[in-house]
């Protein structure tokens, strides 16, 4: 009860202060007794959260509005109180007024709802364009030639990989969640404009990463487009938001997000090891569910 009354209350306060990126919580992942949207670590997350936030308040305010006028006639003009009903129908102020208010009000939710749009939708000048194509079930990441030229698919760790990672000291225990750690995270470096190609091979997925304000559709056939611009090094997680079959709560994405420098050396180790398991036969995705 009282977690619940805490993430209340951390839920109001989130949503009264309006976001920074300073209140992102660690590891973009969930927390516990968490209410509210992730913690936006792109500026694009961070719209997305004001305009939840700002939406939240107009519409209670309408709500209580509406609630309070609807009480006010049930108790004003109630048959015992207002005995002679009133013959009036029209009332032209009253009717231009209850026109003009509500389009007033969508204008004003319109101007930002249309700007998040187009943030979403133009994609800026990328410094790295990455193809992810999504699998029954994992996700299949592709670096350019002028970015390692390398691939690899990521899949989700089961109980005893995670344990072993854990236990071998080779993995922290909130860096490979239950459902939500992957064997090869993607790595991007922070402060670069990130343009994803998304595509399936099989069956429709979609790629959605919460604390970056992104969900796209992976359409087999289809090449989507979207970006992102991480203002924030950490570890990203997302999953696949279309229910694509048995295995579709066990394909996780994970993105780390890291200095110029490590990109750079992440690059160089990755080429290598990438090379090695090229050629090798398809892994495919075991069966998780436990
Ligand atoms: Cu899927």
Same mark, same amino acid.
């Given at each position: ?7 209340? =209350?951390?839920? *109001?306060?989130?949503?009264?202060? *309006?976001?920074? *990126? ?26 997305? @959260?004001?305009?939840? !936030? ?11 509005? @509406? ?8 108790? /004003?003009?109630?048959?015992?109180? !207002? ?10 102020? *009253? ?50 030639? %002028?970015?390692?030229? $390398? ?12 344990? %072993? ?18 064997? !090869? ?16 091979? %099989? ?8 604390? $970056? ?22 570890? &990203? &997680? ?17 993105? /780390? ?16 090891? $990438?090379?090695?398991? %090229? ?8 069966? =998780?569910?436990?």
């Amino acid at each position: 009860m009282s977690r619940l009354l805490g993430g209340i =209350t951390t839920g *109001l306060l989130c949503g009264i202060t *309006l976001p920074g *990126l300073a209140m992102a919580a660690p590891n973009g992942q969930p927390q516990p007794g968490q209410l509210n949207l992730s913690a936006p670590a792109t500026t694009k997350m961070a719209d997305i @959260v004001w305009f939840h !936030n700002w939406l939240l308040v107009l519409i209670t305010a309408i709500s209580v509005f @509406v609630l309070a006028l609807l009480v006010y006639v049930c108790w /004003r003009f109630s048959a015992k109180k !207002n005995p002679v009903p009133s013959r009036l129908t029209h009332h032209t102020g *009253l009717e231009v007024a209850w026109t003009i208010i509500p389009v007033l009000i969508l204008v004003v939710v319109a101007i930002p709802s249309f700007r998040i749009l187009r943030d979403q939708l133009v994609i800026p000048p990328a410094d790295i364009t990455l193809k992810i194509t999504g699998k029954q079930w994992y996700w299949s990441w592709e670096y350019p030639k %002028d970015n390692g030229g $390398f691939g690899f698919d990521q899949l989700m760790l089961d109980d005893k990989a995670r344990l %072993d990672l854990i236990n071998s000291g080779k993995a922290k225990a909130d860096e490979v969640p239950r459902l939500l750690g992957v064997d !090869n995270e993607a790595v991007v470096p922070v402060g670069k404009t990130v343009r994803l190609q998304v595509t399936a091979a %099989d069956v429709i997925h979609k790629f959605a990463m919460p604390a $970056f304000g992104l969900k796209i559709d992976a359409i087999p056939g289809r090449l989507n487009e979207t970006w992102f611009k991480a203002e924030q090094e950490g570890l &990203f &997680f997302g999953q696949c938001s279309f229910i694509c079959g048995q295995n579709h709560a066990y394909m996780p994405i994970a993105i /780390r997000v890291v200095s110029q420098e490590r990109y750079a050396a992440w690059l160089a180790e990755s080429q290598k090891k $990438f090379a090695a398991v %090229d050629g090798a036969p398809t892994r495919v995705a075991a069966v =998780t569910a436990q």
